[in-house]
């Protein structure tokens, strides 16, 4: 260990079982650690920095807005949240926003206003909720209450209730855990950390059929798959499903902590109120200028239909491989959001070998190799992956 690790071992909480890297600066898809090895960036800091690392309009924009004012709380106005609230409406055609510092605090946002848009139809407080097994919305109580997975939930128990999971892409199971007491069905559009699966747009459409039925919100967590990721500004757009509520963060800021909960205007005219919710910090002016900044550079520079247009070539490039290694059993994914599921030995030896190549991959689920490039990469950069990730293999 150098002394960085042993000096982050010897404060941090052990949370994390942290690779023995070191990352110091980036530049562009690539990342160096302290001893100035190069890595190719197919992680992104977890589906973050979709614009690669040192873009100058972004980092400029960052550096004017420190020395401009950096917080004031949400007691007053600010410019780039009056900016960045309008840019994201406007690319999300939905309603209004409610900023947050996180993805799953995105998530807890959309939890109360599916709770008040309930209660306030019917004055119940036993109001539920379907969620899918093997999904994950975040760390936090309502978030984890709502994440498919028992290993993250048991010790924290009790969470909070009327959760009901259902079993993704089967429509069946989630009529089945309707009730009258149902008030929100949430689901990713694409699962991320469950293991890289994308909704069936049948099963999309017919969650919609059922909540429009029943008088349900439909939430998507767009959190991972959102941002361009699929080739589509926010990945149900493709599907033509609107959700009542979307949640956002990961790439939204591109690296500062910021989320947000979008909703359409019926659920914004008829759930949170005045004192309802709040955050000291969220969508404060550094992390908007951040938000209205890459909103900015993705209109701009169509990363969006980048991702669309190379998206071909990379599952190609896969497809490839899936054919040629053993190991390699199948892909599934949209866009730049790839997973490989891995079979005879673990993921994790793979995700090693890797970063001992020179390329930075993360696992999904138990046996998937998960690549969340930054969105920015050429077939290039996807040549070199794939010479590394075959090395590996
Ligand atoms: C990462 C993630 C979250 C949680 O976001 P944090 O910013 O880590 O709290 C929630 N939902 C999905 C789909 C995610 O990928």
């Known amino acids: 260990m150098n002394k960085y690790m042993e000096q982050t071992e010897a404060n941090v909480l052990h949370t994390y079982n942290r690779f023995p890297l070191v990352l110091e600066k980036g530049k562009g898809v690539y990342l160096y650690d302290t001893n100035g090895k190069e890595y190719l960036d197919f992680a992104a800091g977890i589906a973050v920095f979709a614009l690669g690392y040192g873009n100058e309009t972004y980092n400029h924009a960052l550096k004017d807005q420190i020395d401009q004012l950096i917080h004031t709380s949400n007691l007053y106005y600010n410019i780039p949240m009056a900016e960045a609230s309008e840019k994201l409406v406007k690319v999300s055609g939905m309603d209004k926003v409610f900023f947050t510092n996180s993805g799953t605090e995105a998530v807890e946002g959309a939890i109360k206003v599916a709770r008040k848009y309930a209660w306030l139809k019917d004055r119940r407080t036993d109001h539920e909720i379907i969620a899918m097994k093997h999904s994950f919305h975040g760390r936090s109580m309502g978030a984890l209450s709502v994440t498919g997975n028992t290993h993250y939930q048991e010790p924290f128990k009790p969470l909070i209730g009327g959760i009901r999971f259902a079993e993704f892409n089967n429509l069946k199971s989630v009529e089945a855990e309707i009730t009258n007491k149902t008030c929100a069905v949430i689901l990713e559009t694409v699962q991320g950390e469950g293991g890289i699966y994308p909704a069936d747009k049948e099963f999309l459409e017919g969650v919609r059929a059922l909540c429009d039925a029943h008088n349900m919100l439909l939430i998507l967590d767009e959190i991972q798959c959102g941002m361009g990721r699929t080739g589509h500004m926010f990945a149900w757009q493709e599907y033509g ?74 599952e190609k490039k896969l497809d490839e491989i899936v054919n040629e290694f053993d190991c390699v059993e199948v892909r599934r994914g949209k866009g730049f959001m790839q997973g490989l599921v891995i079979k005879g030995k673990p993921v994790g030896d793979v995700v090693n070998k890797a970063m001992e190549n020179g390329l930075l991959v993360i696992s999904a689920g138990t046996d998937v190799l998960r690549l969340v490039p930054p969105l920015v990469i050429t077939e290039t950069d996807i040549d070199n992956m794939i010479e590394k990730l075959k090395k590996c293999l």
């Open 241 to 314: 499903v609107k959700p009542d509520v979307m949640t956002c963060a990961k790439a939204l800021g591109c690296g500062v902590p910021v989320g947000a909960f979008v909703l359409n205007k019926k659920t914004a005219e008829n759930s949170l109120m005045p004192g309802d919710h709040g955050t000291t910090y969220g969508g404060n002016p550094l992390v908007c200028r951040a938000v209205s900044t890459v909103l900015d550079i993705f209109e701009e520079e169509h990363v969006a239909l980048h991702v669309q247009k190379t998206t071909p070539y990379l």
